[in-house]
């Protein structure tokens, strides 16, 4: 477990309540409406995808808020129905790196970050990111994904 500081960002974003066996899904859908927003409007994109958690469950069922968020850069004076900009904040948090399929995100992902907070004493806001530096696919032993959780 590390610990950092991010500054804020420009993005693009769509909001959605949804429990966590719906993100795969409204993921592709809103992530693609964000980029043709972002091709749209002329923007230039500076980084990987985020995506922001708020109140994440310790299930699969219960809902709650994630926004899928592109960093992107230009003129930010038209809107693209549906889709939003907004400046994501500065987060202080601690993280880890993450490389595997989504099925061992929460086992061996979240789990490891999770253990590390409790050892260290951390008092977790109720913000969390995922980063994506490498996207293959679900089932690819290549992704990487940096889980991050915002720390008081």
Same mark, same amino acid.
Request: aromatic share 10%; hydrophobic share 45%.
């Given at each position: 477990m590390k610990e950092k500081s991010i500054a804020s960002q420009r993005v693009l974003f769509i909001g959605r309540e949804l429990s966590i066996s719906e993100i795969a899904d409204q993921? %592709?859908?809103c992530c693609?409406? +964000? +980029? %043709?927003?972002?091709?749209?409007? *002329?923007?230039?994109?500076v980084g990987p995808w985020i995506f922001v958690s708020h109140k994440m469950p310790n299930n699969s069922n219960d809902r709650f808020r994630i926004e899928f968020c592109l960093p992107v850069e230009g003129d930010f004076e038209e809107q693209i129905e549906g889709v939003r900009y907004q400046l994501l904040p500065a987060l202080h948090c601690i993280?880890?790196?993450y490389r595997g399929p989504l099925s061992d995100l929460f086992s061996h992902g979240?789990?490891?970050l999770f253990e *590390?907070?409790?050892a260290a004493g951390c008092r977790l806001t109720d913000e969390s990111r995922e980063v994506y530096h490498n996207?293959? *696919?679900?089932d690819s032993l290549d992704n990487h994904i940096e889980l991050q959780f915002g720390i008081v």
């Open positions: 993921a %592709s859908v693609a409406e +964000i +980029i %043709s927003a972002a091709e749209d409007l *002329g923007l230039e994109v993280y880890e790196d979240y789990a490891k *590390g907070a409790r996207w293959q *696919g679900p």
